[in-house]
């Protein structure tokens, strides 16, 4: 909350400057020009500007990131195994359980609606927690709530390592990312895919799904973790989904040095703002949000539930279904 407060006041203040310096500019300039300069229009340019921003604000943080859609996609692919045909996975990433204080009933509405689509699978591409591991303790019995035929699958984010906060040693650390290890594997019952793979059967058939720790690949690489060779090992027979929750990470590695079919990511939020189609997560991650495709070879990346900052203007909040076709 205090991002929020703090992003609130240092743009409502610039916003409030902006008509001033104008103010200022032109009333040097009046000064040469000898015309007369009135000061209240400037300051009701002010007022309307911290006006607008605040009820930008407030519907970001009530109604925005509350706010969220269901978006399907179709995956077709003739590696796709025939009892495969019509697979459904539901993705959702990026839950930020802090964001989640106080606001229970909305997390029980979200994951009702993940459990309604009656997904084969659930896959979850990280970022469980904003900061520290216990921001999940409180949000337990509702997660473990979420079901699917053949189980939720996960990974880890950036910030599940815990790499933006002081820790009295590396130790404390490591017992933290520990921590939110042992919740999701023992307490959540999570299928939590650490740089390795599982397979899923169907009759006569198989794939794979595959998990890595966060690589980060782009512009923000504080945490590399990620062992593509490792958690592939063994999985080039089969049709293969890959969760990573950096989307970099599919042009730097899975495209040249894999066979993987489907990449799912999340990570960016899309900045958590979007107008008329553009978000600025754009200039950072040329795969912000959506679906994308090499060849036969595909990307989605959902742009998440939750996030560190609570407000969303445009960036709906999302969950996935995907389809898989042959």
């Given amino acids: 909350m205090k991002y929020l407060i703090g992003t609130y006041l240092s743009v409502g203040l610039l916003l409030i400057s902006i008509p001033q310096i104008f103010y200022l500019l032109t009333l040097a300039v009046s000064k040469f020009a000898d015309f007369g300069l009135v000061y209240k229009p400037f300051l009701i340019a002010s007022a309307v500007l911290l006006a607008i921003w605040t009820v930008i604000i407030l519907y970001g943080h009530f109604i925005g990131r509350f706010n969220y859609e269901i978006k399907e996609v179709k995956y077709e692919s003739a590696q796709l195994p025939e009892a495969f045909d019509n697979f459904r996975i539901?993705?959702?990433?990026?839950?930020?359980?802090?964001?989640?204080?106080?606001?229970?009933?909305?997390?029980?509405?979200?994951?009702?609606?993940?459990?309604?689509?009656?997904?084969?699978?659930?896959?979850?591409?990280?970022?469980?927690?904003?900061?520290?591991?216990?921001?999940?303790?409180?949000?337990?019995?509702?997660?473990?709530?979420?079901?699917?035929?053949?189980?939720?699958y996960s990974v880890m984010g950036n910030h599940d390592y815990s790499p933006y906060m002081k820790f009295p040693s590396e130790k404390h650390r490591k017992e933290s990312i520990a921590q939110l290890v042992d919740v999701q594997k023992n307490k959540l019952n999570w299928n939590l895919l650490?740089?390795?793979?599982?397979?899923?059967?169907?009759?006569?058939?198989?794939?794979?799904?595959?998990?890595?720790?966060?690589?980060?690949?782009?512009?923000?690489?504080?945490?590399?973790?990620?062992?593509?060779?490792?958690?592939?090992?063994?999985?080039?027979?089969?049709?293969?989904?890959?969760?990573?929750?950096?989307?970099?990470?599919?042009?730097?590695?899975?495209?040249?040095?894999?066979?993987?079919?489907?990449?799912?990511?999340?990570?960016?939020?899309?900045?958590?703002?979007?107008?008329?189609?553009?978000?600025?997560?754009?200039?950072?991650?040329?795969?912000?949000?959506?679906?994308?495709?090499?060849?036969?070879?595909?990307?989605?990346?959902?742009?998440?539930?939750?996030?560190?900052?609570?407000?969303?203007?445009?960036?709906?909040?999302e969950i996935t279904l995907i389809t898989l076709k042959n």
């Fill in 90 to 152: 539901v993705h959702i990433s990026d839950l930020h359980m802090d964001g989640w204080d106080g606001n229970e009933k909305e997390l029980d509405k979200v994951i009702n609606k993940i459990n309604s689509l009656e997904a084969d699978v659930v896959c979850f591409t990280g970022d469980l927690v904003s900061f520290y591991h216990h921001e999940v303790f409180p949000h337990i019995e509702s997660l473990r709530k979420i079901k699917a035929k053949y189980g939720v």
């Fill in 194 to 317: 650490m740089n390795e793979s599982k397979e899923i059967k169907i009759g006569d058939d198989a794939i794979s799904i595959v998990g890595v720790e966060n690589q980060s690949c782009g512009v923000h690489r504080v945490v590399r973790r990620g062992d593509l060779k490792k958690a592939v090992n063994g999985t080039d027979d089969k049709f293969n989904i890959l969760l990573s929750h950096d989307p970099s990470h599919w042009r730097a590695e899975v495209l040249p040095e894999s066979k993987v079919n489907l990449t799912l990511s999340g990570h960016t939020h899309a900045m958590q703002f979007k107008l008329f189609g553009f978000s600025p997560s754009k200039i950072a991650y040329p795969e912000f949000g959506g679906y994308y495709k090499e060849g036969d070879r595909a990307l989605y990346v959902n742009v998440g539930l939750g996030g560190t900052m609570p407000f969303r203007l445009g960036a709906t909040p």
